[in-house]
């Protein structure tokens, strides 16, 4: 059994939050450089030269990215053989974001109700996702989700004999339905299998997954290049204003599913694709 | 397409000037205003009350920024999402805004109100926010400053960047530019 202090999960999320806003990751800039050179749009090419200056510039000075720092999603994978003392881990969580967005400047972007809309002025609550996994570690990732682009995600039940082909024409549906709203070129989380609320985060957690990296398994790594490369015939282009980079990546993530079903989950992420991960 | 440097606030020649796809590199001052402000201005025009600040002939920025940093004029700034906005649009440019910036396609009838009223929407870089930001030269909280990053800030900016995205003779990008690169 290893021992875990609480305030580690706390300062570890409140640089994550700081870190995740002020740094694209690595692949992620990559990809819109790639990106850049690839266009075949004047006024794209224009557009993703910017986003990479911009990303640049907000690293070297500290300072967001995006002025969207979004929701804070917080994923926790917790090693059974961890014990956690000091505290309540979902209060540490949060005071994380708290301090985080305080002390990193970041937009606080998020209200206590939905209906109400009073700015909590502290952005939490934070979305947070925990999961008990075997070992005596802790992977702590945050994703800073913006608006613009969640707000476009889509979630349908398919009917199974729909099969890939059903799933291709929703993805698109989607993306395009999304048009220039979602700051593209985007990451394209997909969900498939699982339950209503299960199948939304697959998609989600699709969008952790590094630029790059396809699915292990050989249909779905298939179904992410064909789909990569269907979105970006759309030509909606950089920030929908017409061009031939609309996603730098598709990532699917599948579970099981009941016989009659066929859910299907899209989560759109635009090009300021942040996130960051530690493991304690 | 054309570049155009222009100084706020916009007169009708610089308009007429304006097609869909054009650049432009915009100096002078401009106002913020979001979902919330927009709320508060629409219920003063509705009765017939005056605004808290003369946004006639002027350009509002859909933009709420993150705060400063020490040193720093304001935080990083980019254009929100603008069909948010859409309701508010054409009664705002019938008062007299020239000019909307945001980004992402709108409803028909802010292309339209675009034509009628004589205003241009300008697409600005969305998630460019930290580079916008270096383009802004003063900023002042000017109303609702009970709204937090959703107050009216009245910006400075310097060669702004901007793309016209509906210009006042039907023009829009969004459906030109990807007609022109679609491919299924
Ligand atoms: S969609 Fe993304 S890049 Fe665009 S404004 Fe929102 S957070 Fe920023």
Known sequence: MRTVHVQKIVDEVARLCQEACYDLPPDVLKAIEAASSSEKSPLGQGILAKLVENAYLASRERVPCCHDTGIAAVFLEIGQDVHLTGGSLHEAVQEGVRRGYREGCLRKSVVGD?????????NTPAVVHTEIVDGDRITLSVLPKGGGSENMSALSFLLPGEGAGGVKKFVLDTVKNAGGKACPPLV???GIGGTFDYVALLAKKALLRRIGTYNKQPHLARLEMELLELINK??????????SNTALWVAVESFGA?????????????HAARRKLCTI | MATHRLITPLLDADIEKLHSGDEVLLTGPIYTARDAAHKRLLELLEKKRELPVDLRGQVIYYSGPCPP???QVIGSAGPTTAYRMDLFT?????????GTIGKGPRLEKVREACVRYRAVYLAGIGGASALLAKTVKKADIVAYEDLGTEAVHRLEVEDFPLIVAYDIYGGDIYSEGIGKYKEI
């Not at chain 1, 009941?258 to 635009?270: K, M, R």
């Open chain 1, 234 to 243: 759309t030509g909606i282009g950089p920030l929908g204003l017409g061009g």
């Open chain 1, 188 to 190: 394209v989380g997909v």
């Open chain 2, 90 to 98: 054409p009664a705002m440019l019938e008062y007299g805004v020239k």
């Open chain 1, 258 to 270: 009941h016989i009659t079903a066929l859910p299907v989950a899209v989560n759109l992420q635009c």
């Open chain 2, 69 to 71: 940093k020490p040193g």
């Open chain 1, 114 to 122: 939905p209906l109400l809309r009073v700015n909590t002025g502290d």
